[in-house]
C-alpha cells in the first residue's frame, strides 16, 4: 500500500513538475513582443479632406445633359494634400436598371485650409428601364442618385449622396 | 505516520509548481464589439430594424421557415437575404417583372408570380433557393388570380380566371394540378386565405363592382357565399382565416369617394349567405385600417392603419382572443407601403415586417453611400411584436 502511494506521488511530482516547466517557458517566451488584441486605431486626429456639395445647385439641376455639378473639396488638415481623385456616380435609384454613369476628376495640390472647387458636366437624362415591370406606379417615378465621392493618395476620403427627384 | 505527512508534502509541493503560471499575466484589452447601429429609431420607433439598405423599391417581404432568411421583390426581380451574414443573393433575372414572392414549404424553393397581360392574373414560377446561384425558374401555371400555400406542405391553392368566375384547383410543386374543385365561384378572385388546418379556403371575387366572399371545403368541394358588399364598396387585399373568425378590410372604393374609409369586418367560420359581418370595434371607431395579416398561430392579426383620418400610418397588433390592440410602431413621416404582400409575420410570430420609406420631398445631401441610406428608398423593416405595452 505504502508503495502504491508513493509512486502515485512521485508520478504526481513529475507531471507537475514538467506541466511547470513549460509553462515557464511559455512565459518566458511570449512576454517578449506582447501585443495588446486592441484594434489599430487611427493615426490621424481626424478628417484631413472635407467636401461640400451645394443644395441649392442640386435644385436647379435638370434631367438633360451637360448638367453643371461643382463639389467644393477643401484640405482641414496641417499638411498639403498631393491630389485629390473625385468621382461621381449617376445611377437610377431603379437597381434594375443596368447603366450608371461614372465621372471622374483629378485635383492637385491642396495646401492647409485651402478650398477648391472641382466641377463635372454630368448627364442627367433619363435612365432606360429594363421592363415596365420593374416599375412600381404606386412608387412613383424613379429618381437619381447622385453620389460624390473624395479621395487621396494618403487614404483621406469623404463621400457626400443627394437623391434627385423625378 | 511520518510516512503520510511526507507524502502530503509532496502533493502540495506539486500542487504549487503545476499552479504556476495559472495566475493572471499581463492582461490583454479586447475591446467591446461595435454596437448593431440599425438598431435606433430609425422612423418608426424604437426596437424597428432595417433588414434591408440602399436603392431599390422593395415588396412583398417574405421570411423563410427557420427566419435566418429574407425573400423580398426588388424593383422586379426577386433578392433572398442571409440575416446572418448580410449576403444578398438574386434570385431572378433583373428584367424578370417579379410581383411578389413566397417561400416554399422547406425554404428550398421561392414562389414568384410575375404579372401577365390580362388585368390582374399572372403566372406563377418556382425557383431554387439553396445560395447557389442558380436564377433559373419554372413556369408551374398561368392565369392565376389569387394563391395561397396549403398549411403544412408544399402544395398551392390557386384561383384561376375564367371569362365571368373562377376556379379553385389545387397544385403540387411542380405545378400538376392535383385536384380541380368544379364548382366555380362568381366573379374574379382577388384574394385567397386557408384556414389553419388548410381543410378549407376563403376566397374574395370582384363582379360587376360588387365584392363577395366565398368559403369553400377543400375536401368536400362544397362553396357557400358568406358575405357580399354593397355597390361602391370593395374588399381589400386578401381576407384572413383566423383562429377567431374570418377577417377583411372592407370600405368605399375610390372611384365612389375621394378619400376612401374602411372598416375591418369579422365573421364566424361557420357564416351562412346571411350572417351579417360586425365591425370590428377593438380597434377604435375612428380607425381606417389599410391592409391586415393573420399571425402564423391564427391568435393575432397585424393591422396596418391610421388612429383616424389625420394621423399617421402605423402597425398595430390586435389579440384576436381579447380584443386587446397594441400598438408597434410610431411613425412621424414614414410612407408605408399597403399592398396585400407588403406586410409579413415571422415564422415564430416575434416580429412582423412592412415596407416604407421617408415621405420628405426636400434635396438633402447626406455623409454616407447610397446602399447605406435606408429612409429615403423603399426598405423592409422588421417590427418585433412581443411583449408590446410592456
Redesign the interface.
Given at each position: 500500500m505504502r508503495d502504491a502511494i508513493s509512486w502515485f506521488a512521485a508520478a504526481a511530482v513529475a507531471f507537475f513538475v514538467t506541466a511547470g516547466a513549460f509553462l515557464l517557458l511559455a512565459n518566458l517566451g511570449g512576454s517578449r513582443e506582447e501585443q495588446p488584441l486592441s484594434r489599430p486605431r487611427p493615426t490621424e486626429s481626424g478628417p484631413l479632406l472635407r467636401m461640400e456639395l451645394r443644395e441649392d445647385q442640386l435644385e436647379n439641376l435638370e434631367h438633360a445633359p451637360d448638367q453643371r455639378l461643382e463639389v467644393d473639396l477643401s484640405n482641414t488638415g496641417a499638411d498639403p494634400i498631393s491630389s485629390v481623385n473625385a468621382t461621381v456616380k449617376v445611377a437610377s435609384e431603379n437597381t434594375a436598371v443596368p447603366e450608371t454613369r461614372f465621372y471622374r476628376a483629378v485635383v492637385d495640390k491642396l495646401k492647409a485650409d485651402e478650398t477648391k472647387t472641382v466641377g463635372f458636366e454630368v448627364d442627367l437624362s433619363s435612365f432606360e428601364y429594363p421592363t415596365d415591370a420593374s416599375l412600381d406606379p404606386a412608387a412613383g417615378p424613379p429618381r437619381t442618385i447622385l453620389e460624390v465621392r473624395a479621395t487621396t493618395p494618403r487614404g483621406a476620403s469623404a463621400i457626400k449622396t443627394a437623391v434627385l427627384p423625378p | 505516520m511520518r510516512?503520510r505527512s511526507r507524502?502530503s508534502i509532496?502533493?502540495v509541493?506539486?500542487?504549487v509548481?503545476?499552479l504556476?503560471?495559472?495566475g493572471p499575466?499581463?492582461e490583454?484589452?479586447?475591446?467591446p464589439a461595435p454596437v448593431e447601429r440599425d438598431r435606433t429609431d430609425l422612423g418608426l420607433g424604437p426596437g424597428v430594424r432595417a433588414m434591408t439598405a440602399?436603392?431599390?423599391?422593395k415588396?412583398s417581404p417574405s421570411y423563410g421557415p427557420d427566419d435566418e432568411r429574407l425573400a423580398f421583390v426588388?424593383?422586379?426581380?426577386v433578392v433572398e437575404k442571409d440575416l446572418s451574414t448580410g449576403t444578398l443573393d438574386r434570385r431572378t433575372t433583373?428584367?424578370?417583372?417579379?410581383?411578389a414572392v413566397d417561400w416554399g414549404h422547406y425554404g428550398e424553393k421561392l414562389t414568384v408570380t410575375?404579372?401577365e397581360g390580362e388585368e390582374g392574373a399572372f403566372a406563377l414560377y418556382r425557383t431554387q433557393s439553396d445560395g447557389s446561384g442558380d436564377m433559373g425558374v419554372t413556369l408551374i401555371s398561368e392565369g392565376v388570380l389569387a394563391a395561397a400555400r396549403v398549411p403544412g406542405g408544399s402544395d398551392l391553392l390557386a384561383a384561376f380566371a375564367g371569362e365571368t368566375q373562377s376556379t379553385l384547383a389545387r397544385l403540387k410543386e411542380d405545378g400538376e394540378v392535383s385536384r380541380l374543385y368544379t364548382r366555380k365561384l362568381d366573379g374574379s378572385a382577388t384574394g385567397v386565405s386557408l384556414s389553419p388546418d388548410g381543410h378549407r379556403a376563403l376566397t374574395s371575387t370582384r363582379e360587376d363592382g360588387f365584392f363577395s366572399l366565398y368559403v369553400v371545403d377543400l375536401l368536400e368541394g362544397s362553396v357557400r357565399q358568406v358575405a357580399r358588399t354593397e355597390e361602391g364598396k370593395e374588399i381589400l387585399g386578401a381576407p384572413q382565416w383566423t383562429r377567431e373568425g374570418l377577417y377583411y378590410v372592407a370600405g368605399e372604393s375610390e372611384a365612389s369617394e375621394e378619400t376612401p374609409v374602411y372598416e375591418l369586418y369579422r365573421l364566424p367560420a361557420d357564416a351562412g349567405a346571411n350572417t351579417r359581418a360586425e365591425i370590428v370595434s377593438d380597434i377604435g371607431e375612428d380607425f381606417i385600417p389599410s391592409n391586415i395579416r393573420v399571425s402564423p398561430e391564427g391568435d393575432r392579426l397585424a393591422v396596418l392603419g391610421r388612429r383616424s383620418l389625420n394621423s399617421p400610418a402605423n402597425l398595430y397588433v390586435l389579440d384576436l382572443e381579447n380584443g386587446d390592440l397594441q400598438t408597434a410602431t410610431s411613425n412621424e413621416n414614414m410612407e408605408i407601403?399597403t399592398?396585400p404582400g407588403d406586410l409579413a409575420w415571422s415564422t415564430g410570430g416575434q416580429s412582423v415586417v412592412l415596407v416604407a420609406r421617408a415621405m420628405s420631398?426636400e434635396?438633402?445631401?447626406?455623409?454616407?453611400?447610397?446602399d447605406k441610406?435606408t429612409a429615403?428608398?423603399?426598405n423592409v423593416y422588421e417590427v418585433p411584436v412581443e411583449d408590446l405595452g410592456d
Open positions: - | 510516512s507524502t509532496i502533493l509541493i506539486a500542487c509548481i503545476g504556476a503560471g495559472c499575466a499581463d490583454v484589452l479586447i475591446d440602399g436603392p431599390g423599391d415588396g426588388m424593383d422586379g426581380y433583373k428584367d424578370f417583372g417579379a410581383g410575375a404579372p407601403k399592398g420631398t434635396i438633402e445631401v447626406q455623409a454616407t453611400p447610397a441610406i429615403d428608398f423603399y
